[in-house]
């Protein structure tokens, strides 16, 4: 091509991302609607812009969904991938499954054989990875449970390419060498036994673990330390294409195999610096592939046989989404949730496209289908981003309006002290720490109770602590402390691994509302933690016990012995807890644990008790040892004497 006409195209594709962009916001539609019809707008059938070319520029712009997939792996830790197994193979299987089935049948009362009927119900049954991500994310769903079961949907559907790839041959009459997709890349595997293949199919992805996990963070840390950005961005492409690459080569998926890439380094330290650097490719990228969408739909096609084209999209729409919402509905999900579920998965995928040309090599049905096939999952997917504005809008008109999210407002003051959350233990603490003089930058992510403590004539500032920016602004930087006081444990332990991240010379207090989330925060590697739960109990022993009688220096030292012990009895139990994986072991050596708080406390009572014993005080030596039979549940060891 030459240098002319490239810089021609980009000018023409750049043009066209940003129109889109526009285009979506004016009609409130979202970014990838946009793509779609700008797509269409420069695309054969519309102004004509675009020439062969674009079948080039559409598989580079595919790298954009890989990349896509890696960053959505770097925000699943390991453990929250497991977490999501019941979801991904469950669920996941069980839509495949049934929309193949439900499709498949419709396709053989049309008079089709039941090959073809299965293979259109598999090529089907799949959905737009990128599309129904991309829209969920500028919606707002991403996060939601709508928006994490359709992710967990389209997961299984990538990872299920994979077989689909190796049965569609079998379905029709061509030879398995003819297998389209992938087959040139794995021409170096033919002469290898099928077992072998396998096995350098699992040593790839071990590689790819292997060095995600170990090699690449020793890239990191030395790049780190040359404080040279640009390097970095060029190592976490690397990766990223070499993944992609390795992937293609023996024939997987190469987004599946960057989402595995991106779960193993989703716990590494550099996570936010590679999401911050490769999301702007992306962007670019996965707007190059919703144009490629948009301009590969045969509005001619359409136009010869809009009955059957139009017909079928809203037949593949209907009834995938009937099936989904039903899936979802037997979950236990509300209307809701079930709707928009529905409505993201309805439609067809990217991959339905790989899939009809491997069928179609393969002779499991003729051209003419495939054509009518192409052009309907292209016109489904053109719907998706509809669909999905149509489900929330639905939804949100059938409940209570909410407050709009309101911008930040948050200062740097300079002050020693942030402390996040200024509910009812966050505001005792900021109001001990002013009444001494000392400054406070309170931060508060409740709209409500910002405005409430600013009536009062509270300074308070809105603002989501759990963002780094967002400390940073606050003044982390000149600040000795921050006090964590709310009541959200998985936004206190973000804000602590940013904290040690990026402000590591904070000292960090945190404010734990039960006994198990101050597990978590050992296992975190923090150590002033303070837990509400305790403080109350324990001032209320220790009135309850002034009310029975005795001694308020007695029942202070009571309550002061208990904290002692229990804080140790914590910690132990935290790293046993940690230890041990069986839930019996763990319950044992935390019933252990507590038998061990009782005989400390009654040798610490005690030992007190002959203190006051030596001192001559018979009055408080009988008083210890009232304090010793309430421990020792009723009995006193020296009660004989």
Request: proline content about 3%; aromatic content about 8%; charged content about 20%.
């Amino acid at each position: 091509m030459p240098l002319e006409q490239a810089f021609q195209y980009a000018f023409i594709y750049l043009g066209a991302i940003v129109a889109a962009v526009l285009l979506g916001k004016k009609l409130g539609l979202g970014a990838v609607l946009g793509y779609l019809i700008a797509g269409a707008a420069i695309g054969p059938w519309g102004f004509g812009w675009l020439g062969q070319e674009r079948e080039q520029v559409a598989h580079f712009a595919e790298f954009g969904v890989v990349m896509m997939l890696f960053l959505i792996g770097l925000e699943l830790e390991p453990a929250m991938l497991w977490r999501m197994r019941r979801a991904v193979f469950g669920q996941g299987a069980l839509q495949i499954v049934l929309c193949s089935v439900a499709i498949g049948g419709l396709v053989m009362l049309a008079g089709f054989d039941w090959k073809s009927a299965l293979a259109l119900g598999m090529i089907l049954s799949m959905s737009s990875t990128a599309i129904v991500l991309q829209t969920l994310e500028e919606r707002g769903l991403r996060r939601t449970a709508a928006g994490q079961d359709s992710f967990a949907v389209l997961l299984f559907q990538d990872i299920a390419a994979i077989p689909m790839m190796v049965v569609l041959p079998f379905l029709g009459s061509g030879a398995l060498a003819n297998a389209g997709h992938g087959s040139s890349s794995k021409a170096w595997m033919a002469e290898f036994p099928s077992w072998a293949q396998g096995l350098v199919t699992i040593g790839a992805v071990v590689l790819v673990v292997g060095v995600s996990r170990v090699v690449m963070r020793r890239v990191f840390v030395a790049i780190a330390k040359t404080h040279q950005r640009d390097a970095f961005t060029g190592a976490a492409l690397l990766l990223v294409i070499g993944v992609a690459l390795l992937m293609t080569k023996v024939g997987l998926s190469p987004a599946l195999g960057a989402f595995v890439a991106g779960v193993v380094l989703a716990n590494n330290e550099y996570r936010h610096e590679l999401e911050s650097d490769l999301d702007p490719f992306k962007g670019i990228l996965l707007g190059l592939f919703f144009l490629g969408v948009g301009a590969a739909i045969d509005f001619g096609y359409v136009s010869q046989k809009p009955g059957l084209v139009v017909g079928g999209a809203v037949a593949l729409v209907a009834v995938k989404g009937l099936v989904l919402y039903g899936i979802s509905w037997v979950r236990g999900a509300k209307c809701g949730p079930a709707l928009i579920f529905s409505s993201a998965l309805a439609a067809g995928g990217e991959f339905a496209f790989v899939l009809i040309t491997l069928a179609s090599s393969s002779h499991v049905f003729g051209d003419e289908v495939s054509r009518a096939a192409v052009a309907i999952v292209a016109l489904s997917m053109a719907t998706t981003p509809l669909l999905i504005v149509a489900a929330q809008k639905f939804t949100d008109r059938h409940q209570k309006p909410g407050k709009p999210e309101r911008e930040p407002d948050v200062v740097d003051e300079g002050h020693p002290v942030i402390i996040c959350g200024f509910g009812r233990f966050g505001h005792a603490v900021g109001r001990l720490v002013r009444f001494r003089g000392f400054g406070c930058t309170v931060l508060d992510h409740d709209s409500d109770q910002v405005e409430l403590l600013r009536n009062l004539g509270i300074a308070v500032f809105y603002g989501d602590a759990s963002r780094p920016e967002m400390l940073a602004v606050a003044g982390a930087a000149r600040a000795k402390l921050i006090v964590v006081a709310l009541r959200d444990s998985a936004v206190t332990l973000k804000i602590v691994k940013n904290v040690r991240k990026h402000h590591p010379h904070l000292k960090i207090y945190l404010r734990a509302h039960s006994r198990v989330e101050a597990y978590d925060y050992l296992d975190a590697g923090e150590e002033l933690i303070y837990r509400e739960t305790l403080d109350t109990s324990l001032r209320m022993g220790v009135d309850i016990l002034e009310h029975l009688g005795v001694a308020p220096h007695l029942a202070d030292q009571t309550a002061r012995l208990y904290r002692e012990r229990d804080e140790v009895m914590l910690r132990t139990i935290a790293k046993s807890r940690n230890a041990e994986k069986d839930s019996a072991k763990r319950l044992n050596a935390a019933r252990e644990a507590v038998h061990t708080l009782d005989a400390l406390m009654r040798a610490d009572l005690e030992r007190e008790a002959e203190e006051e014993a030596a001192k001559g005080d018979p009055d408080a030596f009988y008083q210890s040892l009232d304090n010793l039979r309430v421990a020792t549940g009723g009995v006193s060891p020296t009660s004989d004497s």
